[in-house]
């Protein structure tokens, strides 16, 4: 028999509820807590201070840091829902402190080549859905019922509001705000506020970038920024040349004007 059934060796430390069905080549940490009626897989690792609550699933080929929370129903480690994928290898990597609410889901990646990752000290609330190749960086907050489609990146401290859908390849910048219910379809802006069906910006998040302390001097100069790029009637090319010519030795600026050119889908505007 390859899985076990809440049983633990005695030199052990971790808990496992006695109804938790966990494979013995699962690499699990001394101090996790597993929780009734969870299903833990083969290729699962779980670092130390994890706490899986009940009915989890961790499967696949899923490698999990430290002091991660798990809440109720949460699947994570799911093949990709992605007709491309025709089996093999494909991975999930998630960083520490993270806290996963109820019944979120979250896929591994479609390609062998690739890994869907979720960084450190994230808040993905009830119902949010990560596809495949997706990244997730640091800090990010998602509301409740928010989905992202495959190969999505979310920069840090980003937060999106509640039923908020995004389109595949579409990055959210570090800082953005995303309304609730928005639908996006191009790139968020560092530093924004969006929202709508489709996402509109609708200026700097000034509230967000004291919060995460951005200096007053560089929140000025992002102010000046968002008013060339949404509201001077110059195309994109046009206000690139604009923010050189009249910043200079802003890092935010230099990361602002980076966002824009390296911008695939083109950005929200």
């Known amino acids: 028999m390859e899985y076990q ?10 808990q496992i509820h006695p109804t938790a069905v966990v494979h013995k080549s699962a690499q699990i940490a001394a101090d996790v807590e597993v929780g009734p009626y969870t299903f833990i897989g083969p290729h699962a690792i779980i670092g130390n201070g994890c706490s899986v609550g009940p009915r ?9 840091g430290e002091n991660n929370r798990f809440f109720t129903g949460a699947v994570v ?8 994928y025709r089996g093999g290898v494909s991975r999930l990597v998630i960083g520490d402190n993270n806290t996963i609410r109820e019944y979120v ?20 609330m009830a119902y949010v859905h990560v596809a495949h190749e997706c990244d997730v960086h640091n800090g990010v907050i998602m509301a409740n019922s928010v989905a992202l489609a495959g190969h999505v990146t979310i920069d840090d401290k980003a937060i999106i509001g ?15 705000i995303v309304g609730g219910c928005s639908k996006v379809v191009k790139d968020i802006l560092p530093y924004s506020m969006a929202d709508g069906n489709p996402t509109a910006c609708h200026g700097a998040n000034f509230i967000g970038l004291k919060r995460n302390g951005i200096p007053e001097d560089a929140r000025a100069n992002i102010k000046k920024a968002f008013k060339i790029i949404c509201r001077s009637n110059l195309n994109t090319s046009q206000a690139l040349e604009r923010l050189r010519a009249e910043f ?4 935010e600026i230099d990361h602002l004007i980076e966002f824009i050119e390296k911008s695939s889908r083109g950005v929200c505007s």
């Open 248 to 251: 200079d030795s802003c890092a």
């Open 56 to 64: 989890v699933v961790i499967d696949g080929h899923t490698t999990i």
């Open 5 to 14: 059934e809440g049983e633990k060796d005695a030199s052990q430390q971790y």
């Open 162 to 176: 509640g039923l908020t859908g995004v389109h595949q390849f579409v990055t959210v910048g570090t800082m953005a």
């Open 77 to 84: 480690g799911s093949p990709p829902q992605d007709l491309k």
């Open 105 to 124: 889901t979250i896929n591994t990646a479609t390609s062998e080549k690739n890994e869907t990752r979720i960084g450190n000290g994230n808040l993905l």
